[in-house]
């Protein structure tokens, strides 16, 4: 058999075990979605959303880029945020980061990767924000540090959006989040949370 046809009777025999567990499984979740969390999350495939919190289908509102960024010209990110912000009024917003992260260290290195230069560069913006504390770091450490400051920007980016300082002011929410997962423990730390209408800088600030 090949690798992706285990992938097709898997899911045959995952689907036929909710059912078992519980016949209006599928029915109940095709008729609508109300998740709680829209996820910003890094799209390494060991960081996946609902099994590290332990969640269900429908629960959990998915955006993953490489190095979970919060890009301002991204339309995708973008079009998710403001879906699950003004049509499915999400409470929380995580963006979850995880040491060990390949777009951070390729962030960090100075090999030409093509296209991908352009995405890393965000990156590397974070980096030259934050190089007096980095650069007294090394190897594993900066990586590590990198990763966690740039979840603490990404958050910021967040509050830097139109889409969430609307909510902030008509309905106090969504609560931002910023954690990052450590992959050889399974365990997800909790870096910064800023409250609904938290002060920016007010050069972010629109009305
Ligand atoms: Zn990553």
Wanted: hydrophobic share 40%; net charge negative; aromatic share 8%.
């Amino acid at each position: 058999m090949k690798s992706y046809e285990k992938l097709l009777l898997e899911n045959k025999a995952w689907a036929a075990e909710q059912v078992g567990k519980d016949p209006e499984y599928f029915s109940r979740l095709s008729h609508l979605q109300t998740p709680e969390f829209l996820w910003i999350g890094c799209s390494d495939s060991r960081v996946p959303a609902n099994e590290i919190t332990n969640t269900a289908p429908g629960e959990i509102f998915v955006h993953r880029n490489i190095a979970n960024m919060v890009v301002h010209t991204d339309l995708n990110m973008l079009s998710v945020l403001q879906y699950a912000v003004q049509v499915l009024k999400v409470k929380h917003i995580i963006v979850c980061g995880h040491y060990g992260c390949g777009g951070v260290r390729a962030a960090l290195s100075h090999q030409d990767l093509g296209l991908i230069n352009k995405w890393l560069r965000n990156i590397k913006d974070v980096y030259y924000f934050h190089k007096d504390e980095l650069q007294g770091l090394e190897g594993d450490a900066r990586v590590d540090r990198l990763t966690e400051l740039n979840v603490q920007e990404q958050v910021m980016n967040l509050a830097k959006t139109s889409i969430v300082q609307m909510a902030w002011r008509s309905e106090n929410r969504p609560t931002l989040h910023g954690w990052v997962y450590r992959l050889t423990d399974g365990i997800l730390h909790n870096l910064i949370r800023m409250d609904p209408n938290t002060s920016i800088d007010p050069v972010y600030t629109y009305d």
